[in-house]
């Protein structure tokens, strides 16, 4: 009796945890969003390449300021001979005993000039910095864009499921209704298996269909950082519930906007500074010093407030002649990054405009699919009566409800490629980050 019990309660627990693992997690695309946001990996390597272009801004920044060292020393002599140049013709008195040395030096140089090197590497690193800023805002653009073409791809695959399973119930009930015809020697055999091979075709779609969704929820499930059972289920009030404004109709938006062009730029501005901190190696390096010394050399001599001031000057004469080289290297670094900015402007103006076409051709295909699920429920209706009567034959029947079913799903899937090609559309244009962005505020 006891063990009868607990295989009872052993079923109820494994029968309560498969109903929880099928559990499904709903999320606004907006939420999707704002979690990859928060925990994507590539996100967070954006942002640390940022921290770590700031750093090395701030340690360039470092070199502006006076160097200043503190050094001291304490030596033990041992037997040391001493040989005075001074003051030695009659003194009868003998040599003291030397027997240690203490030294201490504070030493600064403030750098006053150095052929415009240190302003132009401090340009150089803040415009790199900026730019390392721009990529990091495009990865928040594509991570956006990423989350939902999956996104989607997910309410697509959910919406065909949907619609497959509700014609599998007519097929299946097709096929028991030919049944009873088929023994009735009202249908001949082929219309029956002909209804039962349609069953199959829809499960192998359904399954198909499945397999799709399975991979699809699993990639945006690794992308949010949920655990792995997680099953997604996307509503449509959490993918289609909101208005299209401000669509952009020309590459406008995008030349000013996008973050991949603007890293880009600060790269030309960095690459520009680079050039004349290479041609700063032709000037001499003028700087300020200044130092203080104590030193006490036991019983002979003691020196304090040795103070000293001056100016340093430093010129490499060799790089009149070997700088040339670095100049040039500097110059066609410059001119790459012209160029790249010159395709990628291109190429930006050729994104925008098949978005452009692509925004429009789903609007016009919404407009040809709801027509179609008009016409082939009609269509469907008026074969269904000739069946009846006798005036059409099974293919016919069945060729009409495949048509349906097609129409009906191209009309559910419809509305979700607009909203897909919009976001592509506000993607290209670099507008995609601040329409969520602004839904927080």
């Known amino acids: 009796m006891k063990v009868s019990q607990l295989m009872l309660f ?34 967070s390597l954006a942002n640390t390449k940022v921290a770590t272009k700031k750093y090395e801004l701030q340690s360039v920044k470092n070199s502006q300021y006076p160097d200043l060292k503190v050094s001291g020393q304490y030596q033990r002599l041992a037997k040391a001979s001493i040989n005075l140049k001074v003051n030695k013709s009659s003194s009868s ?9 203490m030294i201490g030096q504070v030493n600064a140089n403030v750098p006053v000039f150095a052929g415009f090197k240190i302003q132009n590497s401090i340009k150089v690193s803040e415009n790199l910095y900026q730019a390392e800023n721009a990529t990091a805002s495009q990865t928040k ?7 939902i073409n999956s996104y989607a791809n997910l309410y697509k695959s959910q919406k065909t499921i949907e619609l497959l399973k509700e014609n599998q119930k007519s097929a299946q009930q097709r096929v028991v209704d030919f049944s ?48 792995v059972e997680t099953k997604l289920e996307i509503r449509e009030s959490d993918f289609a519930n909101f208005q299209m404004d401000n669509i952009p109709t020309n590459d406008e938006p995008a030349l000013q906007n996008r973050k991949d062009l603007e890293a880009i730029r600060f790269q030309e501005k960095a690459s520009k500074a ?3 901190m290479a041609k700063s190696a032709y000037y001499p390096a003028i700087s300020l010093i200044g130092g203080y010394t104590a030193l006490d050399l036991k019983n002979v001599v003691t020196v304090q407030n040795a103070m000293n001031f001056g100016v340093g000057i430093s010129y490499d004469i060799s790089s009149i002649l070997k700088n040339g080289t670095m100049v040039k290297l500097a110059e066609s670094k410059s001119l790459e990054v012209q160029n790249s900015q010159a395709v990628l402007t291109d190429y930006i103006k050729m994104q925008v405009q098949k978005a452009i076409e692509d925004y429009e051709l789903a609007l016009k295909q919404n407009e040809v699919y709801i027509q179609a699920v008009e016409q082939s429920t009609e269509n469907y209706r008026i074969i269904k009566d000739k069946y009846d009567n006798g005036l ?31 976001y592509e559309l506000l993607s290209v244009t670099g507008q995609l980050s601040q329409s969520f962005n602004l839904s927080k505020i």
């Open 93 to 101: 008195e003998p040599m003291p005993v030397v027997d240690q040395l």
């Open 392 to 422: 059409s034959d099974t293919n016919d029947l069945l060729e009409a409800d495949v048509e349906q079913l097609g129409s009906k799903i191209n009309k559910a899937l419809a509305k979700a490629n607009i909203i897909q090609k919009y």
């Open 274 to 276: 680079n050039i004349k």
């Open 141 to 147: 653009e594509e991570i956006a864009m990423k989350v």
């Open 180 to 227: 009873d015809l088929e023994k009735n020697g009202v249908i001949p055999r082929n219309d029956l298996l002909k209804s039962q091979l349609q069953v199959s075709k829809i499960q192998l779609s359904i399954d198909e269909e499945n397999n799709n969704l399975n991979i699809v929820n699993f990639y945006l499930v690794t992308l949010l950082k949920l655990p």
């Open 10 to 43: 052993g079923i109820f627990f494994i029968g309560i945890s498969s109903v929880e693992a099928q559990e499904k997690t709903s999320l606004t695309l907006d939420e999707a969003i704002h979690m990859a946001w928060l925990k994507s990996n590539e996100i």
